[in-house]
């Protein structure tokens, strides 16, 4: 049985950490960050990958920078990152949107089994008033909305890789906290709706 999010915290760890930890992990939440310029016509692409995992009443989450203009981690590391997400249930918000954004970091699509939060919401409530993370968040976890950042505009130019990796990575993170969180709040009732299956 989950725990409700104002009865945990959170933590930011290093990448490296963060791999030590995530391997006794079976569920993990990852998030992507581009350019912030379409990545399905090709202008745009993968500039970082956030991950999060929960251990008893701890959130856990890290940053990689894998196209940052500086700070980016190593082939070895990504790798590492890669063959955690081959190998865990993998939950995202707007999955459609994520895994084109990792083919364009070079992940090879191999998934053990994956589930878009974005989607279980709306099978669950299809008269739901958003969809989107924030909406979701707020009234289904009753945590606080996002915290504004000056860096935001720079997607809106395409900049993303731009954006210092110490401005970003606790900004990407908690996107990703929160969506462990909503899958963790909407699986139960997914699953007794007879609404789960191999992939969503």
Request: with cysteine; aromatic share 12%; charged share 25%.
């Amino acid at each position: 049985m989950s725990q409700s999010p104002s009865s945990t915290s959170e933590v930011m760890l290093k990448p490296q950490e963060f791999l030590a930890k995530a391997v006794l992990a079976s569920v993990m939440a990852v998030d992507t960050e581009t350019t912030g310029r379409d990545i399905r016509d090709g202008r745009g692409h993968c500039v970082g990958i956030s991950a999060a995992i929960r251990e008893d009443d701890t959130y856990y989450h890290s940053y990689y920078p894998v196209a940052h203009y500086e700070g980016n981690i190593t082939d070895e590391t990504k790798s590492n990152l890669f063959d955690l997400i081959a190998t865990r249930v993998i939950c995202f918000h707007n999955a459609k949107f994520d895994l084109e954004s990792l083919e364009t970091a070079k992940y090879p699509g191999k998934y053990f089994k994956w589930y878009c939060t974005m989607m279980m919401a709306h099978f669950l409530n299809e008269n739901v008033p958003s969809l989107s993370l924030e909406w979701l968040s707020k009234n289904e976890l009753k945590n606080p909305g996002k915290v504004k950042k000056d860096f935001t505009g720079l997607w809106s130019m395409g900049l993303g890789a731009a954006i210092p990796v110490a401005e970003i990575e606790h900004y990407a993170g908690i996107d990703t906290v929160r969506t462990l969180q909503l899958f963790e709040r909407l699986h139960p009732f997914f699953v007794k709706a007879g609404f789960d299956g191999d992939q969503m």
